[in-house]
């Protein structure tokens, strides 16, 4: 229930009004001028960018795959960038059937006034003259961590060596530029998944790197931030990239630039790098959790020692909701009202008079963030939750691997079946036994779960069917299963019980006038006889919208709750596979991002016991008064309204207090779960919250 507005409530708007307005970032990331890459081959790209820092008014665009290097001409007035010559570098264009090489790194050294060119294909550097003339044989890299994929080359000014990236394995790497050999490493902070291969050294007032950085839900490089090139610490200098249309390949700064250079796959885009006097907090973080509260976690950028602020403030949707000490970097909102709605929060840094703030939105109730973590392996598929355990299965579509996680996805084994490109996989509760499927193969193959071995015969299905997702239906000892192949793709039940396994029983697609269309993951609940399903809301080219609650007719439920919560590779199609459900919480697997995300699919979560309503502990008569008072006199609402739902049925009516009032004295059915003892709500999937 919404709350009424309160004067400390009237207060806090007038002061977000008055404060909305600080200039923190109102210039930083702004776009100044954009002028079109010169490369026009199918596999041209601005792969990265050098700073002519003897001229200072010229630039270097590494041509991607045209064996092109193009010179730009730098203005502060219009056409601030203009292109003036390309010159062929040694390494030449990248040829089919591979399109290697490919280059992916350039660097400017002012002492030769010479260009670097990389070769990420062979990992190997060039040095060239400005007209493109080879100096020297080309060197050979030794990347120091095994699977390097380098980008991003940079020269440093200070000790004369080059940089590059190893975006595999989040490194930076300075390199001798005569002998390929490493002289040191720095690890990239932040999160496990990265996005961006962008690199450029700056050498104003110490040794600095700065890198494009972005994570999972950013699904590109969001900012440029720099860390100390001697220690690897992390600054709060960044720059915002997120007014750039496209993803950001490549990066340079002029030395005490205010501005810096990008480039995309299309364009070289000039971008205002300027800092405010005061910083704000950043690594903003906003997850829901699953008791129903928002956590919010950030790193200080204020002025005092450490990033100490005079105070902190949290801001929800506009109004003030908390103020904290200067050194805080997490808090946790316990009344994210209102549930099922998108809030802004806004965590602001203050330093005297001047305020800098940061802001996130978080989806509450259905669809929210829990939390998510990067695949172990190369792309994840299919999901399967032993209920038993709590232990989640996951399929590497890349090999033969089975990733077992727990419930808060922490990894704690992995499992070699033997069975290359893994597709669905499906936990019988019957049999203790995985049920996988595979890339171009129409046989079922159950596993052991602990040893990854055969656990019985192969289940043959439907030729040219294409099993992307199983699911055990433990009501009907069935499985359901999610062809591919089919146009629609359709729902497939089969028999699940020896030795009447894999009989055709039925399939099902959702009808002609729901508009929808099913992804590749399907998720049974057994306590509804309903399944979970990533849909298409129409024909939109296999991008997923939402995930919807059918029933095993394929007719919607009526629940569904959208996708936008697992961030920008939504837009790419079936970026999301497989799909588990454990309580008011489901698991994906992102294939896009080679990440599980863990999403709520009903708010609250906490656990109660059914019918224990008015806050005394025990069930007796004092219950259903109290549920009766509610419904009819204006009585206080119950605390847990899933508590006041006797008999579970979805709703609050005059059946719960009868129905509570039949077990106390008439010897009736007993409350459904959680009774007697306090747990989750098993069929969360109502309007319903604890």
Known sequence: MRKSMTACGVLGVLIAMFTATSPAFAQNGAIDFVSPLCGNTPQSAGSDIAYNTTSNNSMWVLDQGSGQVCRYTLSAFPPDILFSLSVNHPFGAAAPPFFSPLCSGIAYRPTTQTLFVMNASTLQIVEMDQTGNQIGLPVNLSPPLPDASVSGLAFDTVTNNLWYRDTVNDIAVECNPATGATVSQIALPGEPVMYGSGLTFNGSGGRWLEFTRGNVLDFRPSKMVRINAATGALTCVEVDLTQVPDPVLGVVRPQNGTVIYATTATDVYKIDSSQPAVLAPTDLRCFSNVSGTVS?????????????????????????????????????????????????????????????????????????????????????????????????????????????????????????????????????????????????????????????????????????????????????????????????????????????????????????PSGLLLGRGISHLSQTDTVLVPVQQGATGGNLTAVTELFTNGFPTGFSFGLDEIGGSISVPNSVRGIEDLANVAYLAGSATNTIFRVLIAAGGSGFVRGEVNGSPGIDLSDAIYIANYLYTGGTPPICLDAADVNDSGSIDISDPLYLILYLFISGAPPPAPFPTAGPDPTFLDPLGC
């Open 296 to 512: 919010l976690t950030w790193r200080n950028c204020g002025p005092g020692a450490g990033g100490l602020y005079t105070s902190v403030r949290i801001l929800r949707s506009g109004v003030v909701i908390q103020i904290l000490g200067g050194s805080t970097t997490s808090y946790t909102d316990p009344d994210p009202e209102p549930s099922g709605s998108e809030l802004t929060y806004q965590v602001q840094g203050i330093a005297g008079a001047t305020v800098a703030g940061r802001s996130c939105t978080v989806q509450t109730g259905p669809g929210g963030m829990v939390n998510y973590t990067m695949f172990g392996g190369t792309r994840p598929y299919d999901l399967a939750l032993d209920p038993g355990s709590g232990q989640l299965y996951v399929t590497d579509n890349f090999s033969d691997l089975i990733y077992v996680y727990d419930t808060d996805l922490n990894l704690l084994s992995v499992i070699s079946t033997g069975l290359q490109n893994l597709q669905g996989v499906a936990y019988n509760t019957n049999l203790n036994v995985l049920l996988v499927s595979r890339t171009g193969s129409t046989l079922l193959t159950p596993i052991n779960p602990l040893t990854g071995l055969f656990a019985g015969s192969q289940i043959p299905v439907a030729a040219g069917s294409d099993v992307s997702a199983i699911t055990y239906d433990s009501l009907q000892d069935d499985y359901l299963f999610v062809n591919a192949a089919a146009n629609p793709v359709q729902v497939v039940r089969i028999d699940a019980t020896p030795p009447f396994q894999g009989n055709f029983l039925g399939s099902f697609t959702p009808p002609g």
